[in-house]
Protein backbone atom coordinates (compact mmCIF):
# COMPACT_ATOMS: atom_id res chain seq x y z
CA UNK A 1 0.00 0.00 0.00
CA UNK A 2 2.89 2.48 0.69
CA UNK A 3 4.37 1.78 -2.61
CA UNK A 4 1.06 2.26 -4.16
CA UNK A 5 0.52 5.77 -2.58
CA UNK A 6 4.43 6.62 -3.02
CA UNK A 7 3.91 5.74 -7.00
CA UNK A 8 0.52 7.59 -7.07
CA UNK A 9 2.10 11.14 -5.33
CA UNK A 10 4.93 10.61 -8.04
CA UNK A 11 2.66 10.26 -10.98
CA UNK A 12 0.55 13.19 -9.54
CA UNK A 13 3.46 15.34 -9.25
CA UNK A 14 4.75 14.31 -13.08
CA UNK A 15 1.20 15.46 -13.94
CA UNK A 16 1.43 18.83 -12.88
CA UNK A 17 5.05 19.36 -13.71
CA UNK A 18 3.67 18.86 -17.70
CA UNK A 19 0.63 20.76 -17.22
CA UNK A 20 2.79 23.48 -16.36
CA UNK A 21 5.17 23.08 -18.69
CA UNK A 22 2.75 23.21 -20.97
CA UNK A 23 2.07 26.87 -20.59
CA UNK A 24 5.77 27.43 -22.72
CA UNK A 25 8.75 28.99 -21.71
CA UNK A 26 9.62 32.47 -20.32
CA UNK A 27 11.15 33.76 -23.12
CA UNK A 28 10.04 36.60 -24.90
CA UNK A 29 8.65 35.95 -28.71
CA UNK A 30 11.73 36.15 -30.85
CA UNK A 31 11.97 38.85 -33.67
CA UNK A 32 14.83 39.79 -35.46
CA UNK A 33 15.39 43.06 -34.74
CA UNK A 34 13.61 45.31 -37.43
CA UNK A 35 16.20 47.01 -39.28
CA UNK A 36 15.05 50.22 -42.03
CA UNK A 37 16.49 48.93 -45.27
CA UNK A 38 17.05 50.76 -48.31
CA UNK A 39 14.55 50.14 -51.65
CA UNK A 40 18.32 49.29 -53.68
CA UNK A 41 22.07 49.44 -53.44
CA UNK A 42 23.04 53.46 -54.13
CA UNK A 43 25.60 52.22 -56.38
CA UNK A 44 23.67 49.50 -58.06
CA UNK A 45 20.59 48.64 -59.98
CA UNK A 46 19.77 45.49 -57.55
CA UNK A 47 16.65 45.64 -54.97
CA UNK A 48 16.16 44.87 -51.71
CA UNK A 49 14.24 42.17 -50.66
CA UNK A 50 13.99 40.69 -47.00
CA UNK A 51 13.61 36.83 -46.18
CA UNK A 52 15.31 34.55 -43.55
CA UNK A 53 19.04 34.36 -43.71
CA UNK A 54 20.98 32.29 -46.36
CA UNK A 55 24.45 32.35 -45.09
CA UNK A 56 24.04 28.05 -45.20
CA UNK A 57 24.31 28.25 -48.55
CA UNK A 58 26.68 27.04 -50.58
CA UNK A 59 28.93 29.91 -52.31
CA UNK A 60 30.75 27.67 -54.59
CA UNK A 61 34.50 28.45 -55.48
CA UNK A 62 34.25 31.84 -56.17
CA UNK A 63 37.67 32.45 -56.95
CA UNK A 64 37.25 29.88 -60.28
CA UNK A 65 35.54 33.52 -61.33
CA UNK A 66 39.22 35.22 -61.86
CA UNK A 67 39.89 31.71 -64.05
CA UNK A 68 43.47 31.26 -62.49
CA UNK A 69 44.35 27.13 -62.05
CA UNK A 70 47.30 28.35 -59.41
CA UNK A 71 44.82 30.52 -57.59
CA UNK A 72 41.81 27.60 -57.61
CA UNK A 73 44.62 24.71 -56.32
CA UNK A 74 45.63 27.35 -53.95
CA UNK A 75 41.87 28.40 -52.56
CA UNK A 76 41.29 24.27 -51.98
CA UNK A 77 44.31 24.14 -49.94
CA UNK A 78 43.03 26.86 -47.57
CA UNK A 79 40.31 24.83 -46.81
CA UNK A 80 42.52 21.90 -46.08
CA UNK A 81 45.40 23.29 -43.67
CA UNK A 82 44.94 26.77 -43.28
CA UNK A 83 45.44 26.72 -39.27
CA UNK A 84 42.73 29.62 -38.93
CA UNK A 85 40.12 27.33 -40.62
CA UNK A 86 40.75 24.41 -38.39
CA UNK A 87 40.62 26.36 -35.39
CA UNK A 88 37.22 27.38 -36.53
CA UNK A 89 36.31 23.83 -37.09
CA UNK A 90 37.43 22.90 -33.76
CA UNK A 91 35.69 25.41 -32.60
CA UNK A 92 31.98 24.58 -34.44
CA UNK A 93 32.41 21.23 -32.79
CA UNK A 94 32.75 21.90 -29.50
CA UNK A 95 29.69 24.46 -29.49
CA UNK A 96 27.90 20.98 -31.25
CA UNK A 97 29.48 19.43 -28.55
CA UNK A 98 27.87 21.57 -25.56
CA UNK A 99 24.14 21.59 -27.89
CA UNK A 100 24.55 17.90 -27.30
CA UNK A 101 25.14 18.50 -23.57
CA UNK A 102 22.36 21.05 -22.80
CA UNK A 103 19.87 18.53 -24.62
CA UNK A 104 20.74 15.72 -22.25
CA UNK A 105 19.87 17.83 -19.40
CA UNK A 106 15.65 16.99 -20.70
CA UNK A 107 16.55 13.36 -19.58
CA UNK A 108 16.62 11.32 -16.50
CA UNK A 109 20.08 10.47 -15.69
CA UNK A 110 20.25 7.11 -14.41
CA UNK A 111 23.60 5.72 -12.55
CA UNK A 112 24.63 2.37 -11.31
CA UNK A 113 26.55 1.65 -8.63
CA UNK A 114 28.08 -2.32 -7.50
CA UNK A 115 30.32 -2.82 -4.33
CA UNK A 116 32.00 -6.01 -2.97
CA UNK A 117 33.43 -5.72 0.73
CA UNK A 118 34.74 -8.00 3.03
CA UNK A 119 35.33 -7.63 6.71
CA UNK A 120 36.64 -10.19 9.75
CA UNK A 121 38.49 -9.60 12.97
CA UNK A 122 41.27 -11.57 14.70
CA UNK A 123 41.17 -14.79 16.24
CA UNK A 124 37.88 -16.53 15.65
CA UNK A 125 36.16 -14.00 14.07
CA UNK A 126 35.33 -15.54 10.46
CA UNK A 127 35.26 -13.27 7.37
CA UNK A 128 32.15 -12.58 6.15
CA UNK A 129 31.66 -10.91 1.91
CA UNK A 130 29.15 -8.71 0.91
CA UNK A 131 27.63 -7.38 -2.37
CA UNK A 132 25.56 -4.35 -3.07
CA UNK A 133 23.66 -3.49 -6.55
CA UNK A 134 21.80 0.10 -6.39
CA UNK A 135 20.21 1.48 -9.42
CA UNK A 136 19.74 5.14 -9.08
CA UNK A 137 17.97 7.57 -11.35
CA UNK A 138 16.57 11.55 -11.13
CA UNK A 139 14.85 13.31 -13.16
CA UNK A 140 13.92 17.27 -13.75
CA UNK A 141 11.04 17.71 -15.48
CA UNK A 142 11.10 20.96 -17.41
CA UNK A 143 8.44 22.83 -15.94
CA UNK A 144 9.18 26.32 -16.93
CA UNK A 145 11.20 25.61 -19.92
CA UNK A 146 14.58 26.54 -18.68
CA UNK A 147 16.01 23.70 -20.15
CA UNK A 148 14.69 23.63 -23.50
CA UNK A 149 16.01 27.35 -23.29
CA UNK A 150 19.73 26.51 -22.54
CA UNK A 151 18.95 23.95 -25.20
CA UNK A 152 18.01 27.12 -27.66
CA UNK A 153 20.69 29.22 -26.95
CA UNK A 154 23.28 26.17 -27.04
CA UNK A 155 22.11 25.76 -30.57
CA UNK A 156 21.89 29.84 -31.38
CA UNK A 157 25.39 29.87 -30.33
CA UNK A 158 26.22 26.79 -32.36
CA UNK A 159 24.91 28.05 -35.55
CA UNK A 160 26.72 31.49 -34.70
CA UNK A 161 29.99 29.68 -34.30
CA UNK A 162 29.15 27.83 -37.86
CA UNK A 163 28.50 30.94 -39.49
CA UNK A 164 32.35 31.87 -37.66
CA UNK A 165 33.78 29.40 -39.20
CA UNK A 166 32.39 30.26 -42.67
CA UNK A 167 33.31 34.13 -41.78
CA UNK A 168 37.20 32.27 -41.44
CA UNK A 169 37.16 30.93 -44.83
CA UNK A 170 35.60 33.60 -46.31
CA UNK A 171 38.28 35.96 -45.16
CA UNK A 172 41.19 33.83 -45.66
CA UNK A 173 40.16 32.80 -49.12
CA UNK A 174 40.08 36.65 -49.93
CA UNK A 175 43.09 37.47 -47.98
CA UNK A 176 44.78 34.66 -50.27
CA UNK A 177 43.45 35.73 -53.46
CA UNK A 178 44.87 39.16 -52.02
CA UNK A 179 48.30 38.24 -51.59
CA UNK A 180 48.56 36.32 -54.96
CA UNK A 181 47.43 39.34 -57.07
CA UNK A 182 49.94 41.30 -54.89
CA UNK A 183 52.53 38.43 -56.16
CA UNK A 184 51.65 38.39 -59.69
CA UNK A 185 51.46 42.28 -59.80
CA UNK A 186 55.07 42.55 -58.67
CA UNK A 187 55.79 39.56 -61.51
CA UNK A 188 54.33 42.25 -64.16
CA UNK A 189 56.06 45.05 -62.60
CA UNK A 190 59.48 43.50 -62.43
CA UNK A 191 58.82 42.22 -66.46
CA UNK A 192 58.70 46.15 -67.27
CA UNK A 193 60.96 46.68 -64.94
CA UNK A 194 63.24 45.04 -66.71
CA UNK A 195 62.72 46.19 -70.27
CA UNK A 196 62.89 50.03 -68.66
CA UNK A 197 66.27 48.88 -67.41
CA UNK A 198 67.38 47.68 -70.52
CA UNK A 199 65.87 50.75 -72.41
CA UNK A 200 67.97 52.42 -69.92
CA UNK A 201 70.78 51.37 -70.31
CA UNK A 202 71.02 51.58 -74.26
CA UNK A 203 70.14 55.08 -73.01
CA UNK A 204 73.17 55.40 -71.25
CA UNK A 205 75.54 53.80 -73.68
CA UNK A 206 74.42 56.48 -76.64
CA UNK A 207 74.75 59.43 -73.90
CA UNK A 208 78.39 57.66 -73.38
CA UNK A 209 79.22 57.38 -77.19
CA UNK A 210 78.21 61.07 -77.95
CA UNK A 211 79.63 62.58 -74.58
CA UNK A 212 83.14 60.51 -76.23
CA UNK A 213 82.32 62.14 -79.41
CA UNK A 214 82.24 65.68 -77.25
CA UNK A 215 78.58 66.15 -78.64
CA UNK A 216 77.41 66.26 -74.95
CA UNK A 217 78.24 67.16 -71.82
CA UNK A 218 78.97 64.54 -68.85
CA UNK A 219 76.35 65.70 -67.00
CA UNK A 220 73.84 63.72 -69.24
CA UNK A 221 76.43 60.55 -68.82
CA UNK A 222 75.65 60.84 -65.08
CA UNK A 223 71.85 62.10 -65.41
CA UNK A 224 71.31 58.19 -67.00
CA UNK A 225 73.77 56.65 -64.42
CA UNK A 226 71.16 57.87 -62.01
CA UNK A 227 68.28 56.56 -63.60
CA UNK A 228 69.97 53.47 -64.25
CA UNK A 229 70.95 53.13 -60.82
CA UNK A 230 67.79 53.66 -58.99
CA UNK A 231 65.63 51.63 -61.20
CA UNK A 232 67.85 48.91 -60.40
CA UNK A 233 67.52 49.62 -56.40
CA UNK A 234 63.37 49.92 -57.43
CA UNK A 235 63.85 46.46 -58.67
CA UNK A 236 65.44 45.09 -55.59
CA UNK A 237 62.32 46.48 -53.85
CA UNK A 238 60.19 44.70 -55.96
CA UNK A 239 62.33 41.09 -55.37
CA UNK A 240 61.71 42.12 -51.57
CA UNK A 241 57.78 42.69 -51.60
CA UNK A 242 57.54 39.67 -53.92
CA UNK A 243 59.37 37.71 -50.80
CA UNK A 244 56.82 39.23 -48.40
CA UNK A 245 53.65 38.11 -50.23
CA UNK A 246 54.98 34.52 -51.13
CA UNK A 247 55.36 34.16 -47.62
CA UNK A 248 52.04 35.25 -46.89
CA UNK A 249 50.33 32.68 -49.04
CA UNK A 250 52.67 29.85 -47.72
CA UNK A 251 51.67 30.19 -44.13
CA UNK A 252 47.53 30.91 -45.99
CA UNK A 253 48.36 27.17 -47.67
CA UNK A 254 49.30 25.82 -43.50
CA UNK A 255 52.92 25.49 -45.13
CA UNK A 256 56.10 26.82 -43.82
CA UNK A 257 57.61 29.52 -46.12
CA UNK A 258 60.99 27.70 -46.69
CA UNK A 259 58.48 24.58 -48.20
CA UNK A 260 56.76 26.73 -50.10
CA UNK A 261 57.35 28.60 -53.46
CA UNK A 262 55.92 30.14 -56.50
CA UNK A 263 57.07 30.15 -59.82
CA UNK A 264 57.58 33.73 -61.83
CA UNK A 265 54.67 34.74 -64.46
CA UNK A 266 55.81 37.84 -66.44
CA UNK A 267 52.99 36.89 -69.11
CA UNK A 268 50.40 37.03 -66.26
CA UNK A 269 47.50 38.42 -67.25
CA UNK A 270 45.19 40.16 -64.70
CA UNK A 271 41.00 38.86 -65.25
CA UNK A 272 38.39 40.55 -63.53
CA UNK A 273 35.06 38.79 -63.34
CA UNK A 274 32.10 40.26 -64.99
CA UNK A 275 29.79 41.35 -62.36
CA UNK A 276 26.23 41.18 -62.97
CA UNK A 277 24.10 44.21 -64.07
CA UNK A 278 22.03 43.85 -61.13
CA UNK A 279 23.22 43.06 -57.92
CA UNK A 280 20.23 42.05 -55.20
CA UNK A 281 20.59 43.08 -52.44
CA UNK A 282 19.76 39.61 -50.41
CA UNK A 283 23.35 38.25 -51.37
CA UNK A 284 23.88 40.42 -47.86
CA UNK A 285 22.03 37.57 -46.51
CA UNK A 286 25.04 35.41 -46.88
CA UNK A 287 26.91 37.27 -45.11
CA UNK A 288 28.12 35.24 -42.24
CA UNK A 289 29.11 38.13 -40.01
CA UNK A 290 25.59 39.19 -40.14
CA UNK A 291 24.33 35.35 -39.66
CA UNK A 292 26.33 35.70 -36.50
CA UNK A 293 25.08 38.77 -35.34
CA UNK A 294 21.33 38.04 -35.54
CA UNK A 295 22.08 34.12 -33.94
CA UNK A 296 23.33 36.11 -31.34
CA UNK A 297 20.18 38.03 -30.58
CA UNK A 298 17.96 34.73 -30.67
CA UNK A 299 20.41 33.58 -28.16
CA UNK A 300 20.49 36.59 -26.00
CA UNK A 301 16.33 36.44 -26.23
CA UNK A 302 16.52 32.98 -24.74
CA UNK A 303 18.53 34.01 -21.71
CA UNK A 304 15.90 36.28 -20.92
CA UNK A 305 13.72 33.33 -20.39
CA UNK A 306 16.49 31.43 -18.58
CA UNK A 307 16.83 34.29 -16.10
CA UNK A 308 13.22 34.59 -15.35
CA UNK A 309 12.99 30.89 -14.47
CA UNK A 310 15.07 31.56 -11.57
CA UNK A 311 11.75 33.17 -9.69
CA UNK A 312 10.15 30.03 -9.98
CA UNK A 313 10.29 26.44 -8.15
CA UNK A 314 12.37 23.84 -9.71
CA UNK A 315 10.88 19.95 -9.51
CA UNK A 316 12.53 16.80 -9.32
CA UNK A 317 11.99 13.06 -9.09
CA UNK A 318 14.27 10.42 -8.07
CA UNK A 319 13.95 6.70 -7.66
CA UNK A 320 16.04 4.04 -6.99
CA UNK A 321 16.23 0.16 -6.57
CA UNK A 322 18.96 -2.02 -4.65
CA UNK A 323 20.17 -4.73 -3.10
CA UNK A 324 22.52 -6.60 -0.85
CA UNK A 325 23.76 -10.19 -0.16
CA UNK A 326 25.91 -12.10 1.41
CA UNK A 327 26.71 -13.89 -2.13
CA UNK A 328 25.90 -12.67 -5.67
CA UNK A 329 23.33 -15.56 -6.18
CA UNK A 330 20.87 -13.85 -3.16
CA UNK A 331 21.47 -10.07 -4.85
CA UNK A 332 18.17 -10.08 -6.58
CA UNK A 333 15.78 -12.12 -4.64
CA UNK A 334 12.83 -9.91 -4.05
CA UNK A 335 13.26 -10.24 0.02
CA UNK A 336 16.57 -8.23 -0.24
CA UNK A 337 15.23 -5.87 -2.58
CA UNK A 338 15.15 -2.36 -1.10
CA UNK A 339 13.66 0.52 -3.11
CA UNK A 340 12.96 4.30 -2.65
CA UNK A 341 11.04 7.22 -4.38
CA UNK A 342 10.67 10.75 -3.96
CA UNK A 343 10.00 14.49 -5.33
CA UNK A 344 11.23 17.68 -4.12
CA UNK A 345 10.61 20.98 -4.72
CA UNK A 346 13.29 24.13 -4.30
CA UNK A 347 11.96 27.85 -4.78
CA UNK A 348 14.57 30.75 -3.82
CA UNK A 349 12.93 32.77 -1.15
CA UNK A 350 15.24 35.27 -0.45
CA UNK A 351 18.58 36.40 -2.78
CA UNK A 352 18.55 40.18 -2.00
CA UNK A 353 17.11 40.92 -6.06
CA UNK A 354 19.75 39.42 -7.46
CA UNK A 355 18.01 36.92 -9.72
CA UNK A 356 15.65 40.04 -10.83
CA UNK A 357 18.70 41.97 -11.52
CA UNK A 358 19.95 38.91 -13.95
CA UNK A 359 16.58 39.13 -15.50
CA UNK A 360 17.25 43.03 -15.84
CA UNK A 361 20.86 41.84 -17.01
CA UNK A 362 19.76 39.74 -19.78
CA UNK A 363 17.53 42.16 -21.12
CA UNK A 364 20.28 44.66 -21.44
CA UNK A 365 22.22 41.86 -23.18
CA UNK A 366 19.50 41.66 -25.89
CA UNK A 367 19.42 45.11 -27.06
CA UNK A 368 22.92 45.52 -27.16
CA UNK A 369 22.75 41.85 -28.81
CA UNK A 370 19.99 43.64 -31.01
CA UNK A 371 22.05 46.90 -31.72
CA UNK A 372 25.22 45.12 -32.95
CA UNK A 373 23.36 43.41 -35.17
CA UNK A 374 22.02 46.50 -36.73
CA UNK A 375 25.14 47.64 -36.87
CA UNK A 376 26.39 45.13 -38.49
CA UNK A 377 23.39 44.88 -41.36
CA UNK A 378 24.59 48.63 -41.57
CA UNK A 379 28.01 47.98 -42.24
CA UNK A 380 27.46 45.71 -44.61
CA UNK A 381 25.21 48.02 -46.91
CA UNK A 382 28.50 50.26 -46.79
CA UNK A 383 31.01 47.66 -47.43
CA UNK A 384 29.08 46.89 -50.30
CA UNK A 385 28.33 50.34 -51.74
CA UNK A 386 32.07 51.28 -51.05
CA UNK A 387 32.77 48.46 -53.44
CA UNK A 388 30.46 49.05 -56.52
CA UNK A 389 31.23 52.96 -56.56
CA UNK A 390 35.01 51.66 -56.02
CA UNK A 391 34.87 49.31 -59.30
CA UNK A 392 32.50 52.26 -61.38
CA UNK A 393 35.52 54.63 -60.84
CA UNK A 394 38.18 52.15 -61.40
CA UNK A 395 36.85 51.31 -64.52
CA UNK A 396 37.11 54.71 -65.56
CA UNK A 397 39.89 54.69 -64.12
CA UNK A 398 42.11 52.01 -66.12
CA UNK A 399 40.19 53.43 -69.55
CA UNK A 400 42.25 56.91 -68.94
CA UNK A 401 45.65 55.06 -67.33
CA UNK A 402 45.51 52.99 -71.39
CA UNK A 403 45.60 56.23 -72.94
CA UNK A 404 48.19 58.04 -70.65
CA UNK A 405 50.56 54.34 -71.13
CA UNK A 406 50.07 55.07 -75.36
CA UNK A 407 51.00 58.32 -75.37
CA UNK A 408 53.42 58.31 -72.78
CA UNK A 409 55.72 55.33 -74.63
CA UNK A 410 55.20 57.36 -77.87
CA UNK A 411 56.35 60.44 -76.11
CA UNK A 412 59.72 58.31 -75.27
CA UNK A 413 60.47 57.59 -78.10
CA UNK A 414 59.64 60.76 -80.04
CA UNK A 415 62.09 62.94 -77.27
CA UNK A 416 65.10 60.05 -77.52
CA UNK A 417 65.28 60.10 -81.21
CA UNK A 418 65.22 64.02 -81.02
CA UNK A 419 67.75 63.77 -78.34
CA UNK A 420 69.74 61.53 -80.88
CA UNK A 421 69.46 64.23 -84.03
CA UNK A 422 70.78 66.92 -81.12
CA UNK A 423 67.23 68.39 -80.78
CA UNK A 424 66.87 68.18 -77.00
CA UNK A 425 68.75 67.82 -74.09
CA UNK A 426 68.93 64.93 -71.99
CA UNK A 427 66.56 66.34 -69.24
CA UNK A 428 63.74 65.84 -71.33
CA UNK A 429 65.25 62.07 -71.74
CA UNK A 430 64.78 61.69 -68.57
CA UNK A 431 61.78 63.23 -67.87
CA UNK A 432 59.84 61.12 -70.48
CA UNK A 433 61.39 58.73 -69.53
CA UNK A 434 60.47 58.54 -66.32
CA UNK A 435 56.85 59.40 -67.39
CA UNK A 436 56.65 56.52 -69.90
CA UNK A 437 57.72 54.15 -66.74
CA UNK A 438 55.11 55.88 -64.24
CA UNK A 439 52.55 55.36 -66.72
CA UNK A 440 52.85 51.72 -67.26
CA UNK A 441 53.15 50.83 -63.66
CA UNK A 442 49.88 53.37 -63.09
CA UNK A 443 48.21 50.84 -65.66
CA UNK A 444 49.23 47.74 -64.31
CA UNK A 445 48.28 49.26 -60.75
CA UNK A 446 44.96 50.17 -61.84
CA UNK A 447 44.22 46.63 -63.03
CA UNK A 448 45.03 44.73 -59.98
CA UNK A 449 42.88 47.44 -57.81
CA UNK A 450 40.51 46.25 -60.12
CA UNK A 451 41.10 42.87 -59.28
CA UNK A 452 41.66 43.36 -55.65
CA UNK A 453 38.23 45.47 -55.16
CA UNK A 454 36.26 42.63 -57.14
CA UNK A 455 37.78 40.16 -54.63
CA UNK A 456 36.66 42.67 -51.71
CA UNK A 457 32.88 42.85 -53.28
CA UNK A 458 33.04 39.05 -53.18
CA UNK A 459 33.38 39.39 -49.51
CA UNK A 460 31.46 41.89 -48.77
CA UNK A 461 28.14 39.95 -50.61
CA UNK A 462 29.01 36.91 -48.64
CA UNK A 463 31.00 34.72 -50.84
CA UNK A 464 29.92 35.90 -54.82
CA UNK A 465 26.86 36.03 -56.57
CA UNK A 466 26.78 33.04 -58.03
CA UNK A 467 23.53 30.23 -57.28
CA UNK A 468 21.40 33.18 -57.36
Not at 147 to 156: E, F, P
Request: a neutral charge; one cysteine or more; hydrophobic letters at 45%.
Amino acid sequence: MKLRADLYCNVTLLALACSLAACGNLAPRYEVPALETPVAFKEGQGAWIAAAPADTLDRGPWWELFDDPVLNDLAAQVEVSNQNVAAAVASYRQARALTREQRAALFPQVGLDASRNRSGGRGDTPERTSYQVNIGASWEPDVFGRLGLGVDSARAAEQATFADLAAVRLANQGELAVNYFGLRETDVLRALLAETLTGYQRTLQITRNRYDAGVVARTDVLQAETQLANTQAEMLGLERQRAVFEHAIAVLVGKAPAHFSLAADARWNARVPAIPPEVPSTLLQRRPDIATAERRVAQANAQIGIARAGLYPSFRLSGSIGSSAASIGDLFNASSLVWALGQSLAQTLFDAGATRARVEGSRAALEEAAARYRQTVLAAFQDVEDQLAALRVLGQQQVLRQQAARAADLVEQQVLNRYQAGQVGFTEVVTAQVSAANARRALVQAQIDHQLTTVALIQALGGGWRGL
